[in-house]
């Protein structure tokens, strides 16, 4: 009985340990087996984040010497303070663990967030460069406009000077031959020094269609051989360029625009000297005409 007891013992322990042993080698496999899972998990998402990384890497080098040309500030701002988060980014997924793909894909999310962001600021600029170069050409041509408007204008005043010029010249006043009869007291002409009391100086005032018509003040000046002027004996003056002139004699005469003699006299205070005088005609601030004569 007791040798059968032991049978029995022996073949539930050979049971037990065979049943232990299937089950080791069963936990074996399956452990094996998710070993296995957990090592291509593992691998798959080291690669992920590898990817990731790659995609970082390429957005930081793509905008790390990228730059907008802008003169708006807040924009510039606005774009460093992305072009920062992408490098904070990356610092963090370098040292985030493989393992932990919440946060990976968070990453991943914030990633493509910033990457619009950066994009829409470089389409913004571009749009923003566009208008200011259509604004640029527009002021360029403009500009020309302006300088070619500001050139035609300086022709034009150019040619209304000169237009001016021509009319006033054509407008001017204008004698013609001068003539000096020297006289005597009795009025008669002479030749002798001696008897020479008075001299009379007469012109003509040309005929002239352009020049104004109506009163004018004719001024003579007569200066001795030693450019002494014959003064009126009022010594009055009359304006010339800016200065105020003695004259021998002058006459109001009434001018038509046709052709007009004046006679004008100058009584002398003493027998004048032998030597050229000369005389000098004026009218409305011009110099209409000149002559030397002498006494002898």
Same mark, same amino acid.
């Given at each position: ?96 663990? &493989?393992? +932990? !793909? *919440?946060?990976?894909? %968070?990453?991943?999310? =914030? /990633?493509?967030?910033?990457? #619009? ?32 408007? &500001?050139? +035609? !204008? *300086?022709?034009?005043? %150019?040619?209304?000077? =000169? /237009?001016?010029?021509?009319? #006033? ?36 005032? *040309? ?7 109506? /009163? ?81």
């Amino acid at each position: 009985m007791k040798k059968n007891t032991w049978l029995v013992i022996s073949i539930l322990l050979a049971a037990a340990l065979a049943a232990i042993v299937f089950l080791f080698f069963r936990q074996k496999d399956q452990l094996d087996k998710t070993t296995s899972e957990l090592e291509t998990v593992t691998t798959e998402m080291e690669f992920q984040k590898q990817e990731s990384l790659e995609e970082f890497e390429d957005l930081a080098r793509q905008y790390e010497n990228y730059y907008i040309n802008t003169d708006n500030d807040s924009l510039l701002k606005l774009f460093d303070e992305e072009k920062q988060k992408v490098q904070d980014l990356l610092q963090e997924l370098k040292t985030v663990k &493989s393992t +932990n !793909a *919440r946060r990976i894909s %968070e990453l991943k999310k =914030e /990633l493509g967030t910033v990457r #619009t962001v950066l994009q829409s600021y470089v389409v913004k600029v571009d749009s923003l460069n566009r208008v200011n170069g259509q604004l640029i050409a527009e002021n360029e041509q403009v500009r020309k406009q302006y300088e070619e408007a &500001s050139e +035609n !204008a *300086r022709i034009w005043e %150019e040619k209304s000077i =000169e /237009l001016d010029e021509k009319i #006033t010249l054509a407008s001017m006043l204008e004698v013609g031959q001068i003539n000096i009869t020297a006289l005597n007291s009795k009025g008669k002409q002479t030749t002798r020094l001696k008897r020479i009391e008075r001299i009379e100086i007469c012109f003509d005032l *040309r005929r002239n269609i352009t020049a104004e018509r109506g /009163l004018k003040q004719v001024f003579v000046r007569v200066t001795d051989p030693n450019g002494k002027l014959l003064e009126s004996p009022r010594a009055e003056k009359f304006p010339f360029e800016g200065q105020n002139l003695g004259f021998t004699c002058k006459k109001e005469v009434e001018y038509n625009g046709e052709n007009t003699p004046v006679c004008m006299y100058y009584t002398l205070p003493e027998a004048p000297s032998e030597g050229i005088y000369t005389i000098t005609i004026f009218a409305e601030g011009n110099i209409l005409g000149e002559r030397n004569f002498s006494f002898q």
